[in-house]
C-alpha cells in the first residue's frame, strides 16, 4: 500500500510539472485539440470514479450475501462476521484505489494547478491513510511484519509434519 502511495505521489509530481507546462502550451494555441483531450480525460476521471463506487457498493452486497449464508449454512455467526468484515474491508480498499486514480486525473491532468494540486494531494493522503487502516484491520497485523508472520506459520506446519 505504501508503495502504491510513493508511486502516486512521484506520478503526481511528475504529471503536474508535465500537465502545467501542457496547460502553457494548450493556452498558446487556444485550439480545439486541448479541449477535446480534457473533454476526455473529464469522462474517464468520471468513468473511473463510478466504476470504482460502483465496486464499493457490489464489494458491500456480495460481503453482505456471503455473511448471511455463512452466518445461517456453513461457519455460523461468529466466524461469518470476522469473514464479513475482512470481505468488506477487501471491496472498500478496491474502490478507493479506484477512486485515488480518477481523483489524479481529473485534478492533475484536467484541471491542473497548485490549489488543486494541493487538495489532491490531502486526499490521497486521507485515502492512503485508510486503506492502510482497512488492510491492518484485514490482516490483523502490521504491514512490515507480513515476513515473520510467513515465517512462523511455515515453521508451525513444518514441526507438525515431523
Known sequence: MLRIAAVALFALIGASAF?????????????????????ALEWISTG???AGVAIIVIGAAAATVVFVHGGLVTVGWPAAFLRYRANLGRGILLGLELLVAADIIGTVAV???????????LIVLIRTFLSFSLEVEIEGRWPWRRAEAKASASQGTAGERF
Open 19 to 39: 500537465a502545467l507546462d501542457l496547460s502553457a502550451q494548450g493556452q498558446a494555441e487556444a485550439g480545439p485539440p486541448r479541449e477535446m483531450i480534457d473533454a
Open 111 to 121: 484541471t491542473p494547478s497548485f490549489e488543486n494540486l494541493a487538495i489532491l494531494g
Open 48 to 50: 473511473i470514479e463510478i
